[in-house]
């Protein structure tokens, strides 16, 4: 179910509690879709990266190869400060042309102000989502590994707060207009000015435009889904039931919760009776879920890091409970 929602949709987003295996499943996931041809951007947007490890690559914010037969899958660790601080050199720099030498100092404070400010850091973080989904034209499907649930859904509850983000270097842009003309009244405009100010104008806007595009895409159920991976647990399944509820109140289509590390049946006692107990558990997803199909997922014996290692979870993100 999960590989079939995987081949109908381009981007998948995969989220869940801390531990419970989005890295992993990202990964096999990217890989079934590669090993049958598709070609994969895996991108892993939690702060607390773990992608390098499982494919035992060093991957930073640019594409690394990871792996290469019929199809490719390509990784990305997304680096947020990297990306705020790209940002604010591109405005930085065009302010430093359009403001006179005296005013510099003052905005240039101000944008180390924004930098720092509440939520810069998760604007950026959905402002590298935003770049990577407008950038997929190459890719059949790309998997986001994000961050533990209340944090993706802080980011996800959308536009206003990211809006404000932009506004607000906008509102600065207009003080510094007023300071600016003021210091033309003295200085004459130059075309120069004129040129940094007009581009400033366009980044801003680009960015508020990219936004926008992303919060489209997001909500469109023929071009994105959900996984929501569980383990078998009472805390993991509460949280998981109230995550499916607050992506589909924001109109968002949980296509599948993944029900991880499921115990074998076969493989002693202990492991028979926890089978046993994470069946309540199911029940439980299944009786508060009246939707979304479930995927179960073995516990594997590997340690999952590797592409071999892979192989094996990637050989299960197939079945259907
Ligand atoms: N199906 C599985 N079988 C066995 N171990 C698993 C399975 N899925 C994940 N793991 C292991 O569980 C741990 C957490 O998985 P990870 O994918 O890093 O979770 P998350 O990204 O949600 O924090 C890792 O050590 C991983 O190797
Ligand atoms: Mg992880």
């Not at 990202?26 to 702060?47: F, H, I, K, Y």
């Not at 075309?191 to 680009?206: F, I, M, Q, Y």
């Amino acid at each position: 179910m999960l590989l079939t929602l995987a081949r109908r949709r381009k981007f998948l987003f995969v989220g869940g509690k801390g531990g419970s295996g989005k890295t992993s499943v990202s990964s096999a996931l990217a890989l079934a879709r590669a090993a049958e041809g598709a070609r994969v951007l895996l991108v892993s947007t939690d702060p607390a990266h773990s992608l390098g490890y499982v494919w035992d690559r060093k991957l930073t914010d640019t594409v690394v190869r990871v792996f290469d037969e019929s199809g490719s899958v390509d990784a990305i660790e997304v680096d947020p400060d990297a990306t705020i601080e790209r940002h604010f050199d591109a405005v930085r720099r065009t302010m430093l042309q359009i403001l006179p030498e005296r005013l510099q100092g003052a905005a240039t404070r101000h944008l180390d102000v924004a930098k720092t400010a509440p939520g810069s850091h998760e604007a950026a973080m959905l402002e590298r989502i935003a770049e990577v989904i407008e950038q997929a034209g190459n890719y059949d499907l790309v998997v986001f590994d994000t961050a533990p649930s209340g944090h993706t859904l802080r980011l996800l509850a959308l536009p206003e707060r990211l809006f404000g983000w932009t506004e607000s270097l906008l509102a600065s842009r207009k003080r510094s207009e007023s300071f600016a003309a003021a210091a033309r009244g003295i200085a004459g405009t130059t075309d120069e000015t004129s040129d940094a100010d007009g581009r400033l104008r366009r980044t801003l806007h680009a960015r508020r435009e990219r936004f926008a595009m992303m919060s489209t895409v997001i909500a469109d159920h023929s071009a994105t889904a959900f996984a929501v991976v569980t383990l078998a647990e009472n805390l993991s399944v509460a949280e998981t039931i109230d995550i499916t509820g607050r992506l589909q109140e924001l109109g968002i289509d949980v296509g599948s919760v993944v029900v991880n590390r499921r115990s074998p049946a076969d493989a002693g006692q202990v492991l028979a009776d926890q089978r046993q107990r994470e069946a309540g558990y199911i029940r439980r997803l299944v009786e508060n879920l009246d939707d979304v199909p479930i995927t179960e997922l073995p516990l594997v014996t590997k340690d999952l890091t590797g592409t071999e290692a892979l192989r094996e979870l990637a050989g299960h993100v197939g079945d259907c409970r």
